[in-house]
């Protein structure tokens, strides 16, 4: 439910079919991009497909560039289709709704970028492409948006072909594109791609590691987003060089802490190891007005713990009951507004356990 102070939520709830959980081992991939090709080009299996692929939360405090956390009812859209009047082995973007400032240019656009990437290891040669993305993610809001639509072109690509590839080589597809629009992180395209809550053991080689959330367990996200913008690349920049070992050795016991609160079940832990970040959380939070009121108001709300998603703007909390959800979600946007003099709109979410899916596909 959104609870909205005079802004017009530039999030858009979707409904999907209900997350189920799906057990998946630890990923290595010890290739790189360039190296992980299939030998045969495949046929394609339909003549058109959809996507989707759901919003997340990078980080979860002390996680930084290696926790992350997909969100049910939030993300983009891919629409992809063979078209003889494309080149083959290419792709083009023949349409972008729900933003203006992206660019058709599949070289320049997340989901043109990842598009392109899973052709490349799908050995793709003799099809050409067109890919419509809608777009249900802000732009800069910390919810992953471009993972979200490189995500969705990696699956919509690969399921067009027969799924010949793994998650975690789709994971590599979209952190290609990632690296080129915000950096290379994969706490953002991870859970995207698988869903749920993943743990990037390693990045060379790039080692992921799902953390099975309790099925019995209720898990939900308080996000709160304010009409702010707060690109990637420059909330990066503001982080520190250096860290002094104190720092380090807490922010290393909290992520611990939080990693064994997902595990058990532990809704209350983990809000706690969530709010505890002393490196990334106090760099950021003064580039976001009203952030520390907004993180104040969420606790005294009852809240079990509260940080920025991502790289901000947006704030997540987290509790244990949706109607209790509503009304921290409330007490946050009250903040922002008061401290911050930003408007915001607030939405309670669960746990994404899916990742990114086919939803919609024509036989060929």
Same mark, same amino acid.
């Given at each position: 439910?959104?609870?909205?102070? %005079?802004?017009?939520?530039? +999030?858009?709830?979707?409904?999907?079919?209900?997350?189920?959980? &799906?057990?998946?081992? =630890?990923?290595?991939?010890?290739?790189?991009?360039?190296?992980?090709?299939?030998?045969?080009?495949?046929?394609?299996?339909?003549?058109?497909?959809?996507?989707?692929?759901?919003?997340?939360?990078?980080?979860?405090?002390?996680?930084?560039?290696?926790?992350?956390?997909?969100?049910?009812?939030?993300?983009?859209?891919? /629409?992809?289709?063979?078209? *003889?009047?494309? !080149?083959?082995?290419?792709?083009?973007?023949?349409?972008?709704?729900?933003?203006?400032? @992206?660019?058709?240019?599949?070289?320049?656009?997340?989901?043109? =970028?990842?598009?392109?990437?899973?052709?490349?290891?799908?050995?793709?040669?003799?099809?050409?492409?067109? #890919?419509?993305?809608?777009?249900?993610?802000?732009?800069?809001?910390?919810?992953?948006?471009?993972?979200?639509?490189?995500?969705?072109?990696?699956?919509?690509?690969?399921?067009?072909?027969?799924?010949? +590839?793994?998650?975690? %080589?789709?994971?590599?597809?979209?952190?290609?594109?990632?690296?080129?629009?915000?950096?290379?992180?994969?706490? $953002?395209?991870?859970?995207?791609?698988?869903?749920?809550?993943? #743990?990037?053991?390693?990045?060379?080689?790039?080692?992921?590691?799902?953390?099975?959330?309790?099925? $019995?367990?209720?898990?939900?996200?308080? #996000?709160?987003?304010?009409?702010?913008?707060?690109?990637?690349?420059?909330?990066?920049?503001? #982080?520190?060089?250096?860290?002094?070992?104190?720092?380090?050795?807490?922010?290393?016991?909290?992520?611990?802490?939080?990693?064994? !609160?997902?595990?058990?079940?532990?809704?209350?832990?983990?809000?706690?190891?969530?709010?505890?970040?002393?490196?990334?959380?106090?760099?950021?939070?003064?580039?976001?007005?009203?952030?520390?009121?907004?993180?104040?108001?969420?606790? &005294?709300?009852?809240?079990?713990?509260?940080?920025?998603?991502?790289?901000?703007?947006?704030?997540?909390?987290?509790?244990? *009951?949706?109607?209790?959800?509503?009304?921290?979600?409330?007490?946050?946007?009250?903040?922002? @507004?008061?401290?911050?003099? +930003?408007? /915001?709109?607030?939405?309670?979410?669960?746990?994404?356990?899916?990742?990114?899916?086919?939803?919609?596909?024509?036989?060929?």
């Amino acid at each position: 439910m959104a609870i909205c102070f %005079q802004f017009q939520s530039p +999030l858009k709830p979707i409904n999907l079919p209900p997350s189920t959980s &799906k057990k998946v081992p =630890i990923f290595r991939c010890k290739a790189s991009l360039s190296t992980i090709t299939t030998t045969k080009e495949p046929e394609p299996v339909f003549t058109s497909v959809k996507s989707f692929a759901p919003a997340t939360i990078a980080n979860l405090g002390p996680g930084f560039d290696f926790l992350g956390a997909a969100v049910d009812g939030l993300g983009d859209f891919v /629409s992809l289709s063979i078209d *003889s009047s494309v !080149s083959p082995g290419h792709v083009t973007i023949s349409e972008i709704s729900g933003s203006s400032k @992206l660019s058709p240019n599949p070289l320049f656009n997340c989901a043109g =970028i990842a598009a392109i990437a899973t052709m490349k290891m799908l050995n793709i040669r003799s099809f050409g492409l067109s #890919l419509k993305l809608e777009k249900g993610l802000p732009l800069g809001s910390g919810l992953g948006s471009s993972a979200a639509s490189a995500a969705a072109a990696a699956v919509a690509v690969n399921e067009l072909f027969g799924a010949k +590839l793994g998650v975690d %080589q789709l994971v590599l597809a979209g952190l290609e594109s990632e690296a080129k629009v915000s950096g290379y992180h994969a706490d $953002n395209i991870a859970p995207a791609v698988m869903g749920g809550f993943i #743990l990037i053991k390693n990045y060379e080689p790039l080692e992921l590691r799902p953390l099975i959330f309790p099925q $019995n367990q209720e898990l939900f996200f308080v #996000l709160v987003s304010p009409e702010f913008e707060a690109p990637t690349k420059k909330m990066r920049a503001a #982080l520190p060089t250096e860290i002094g070992m104190p720092h380090h050795v807490w922010n290393c016991s909290q992520a611990g802490a939080l990693v064994a !609160s997902v595990l058990e079940g532990d809704v209350e832990g983990l809000g706690k190891a969530l709010s505890s970040d002393k490196i990334v959380e106090p760099t950021r939070a003064p580039l976001i007005p009203g952030m520390k009121a907004v993180k104040k108001a969420a606790i &005294k709300a009852g809240a079990f713990g509260c940080t920025i998603s991502g790289a901000g703007p947006t704030a997540v909390a987290v509790i244990d *009951s949706e109607e209790k959800g509503k009304e921290i979600g409330q007490r946050m946007v009250e903040a922002f @507004l008061e401290e911050g003099n +930003l408007r /915001s709109v607030a939405m309670v979410k669960r746990l994404d356990r899916v990742g990114a899916r086919l939803i919609d596909s024509v036989p060929r």
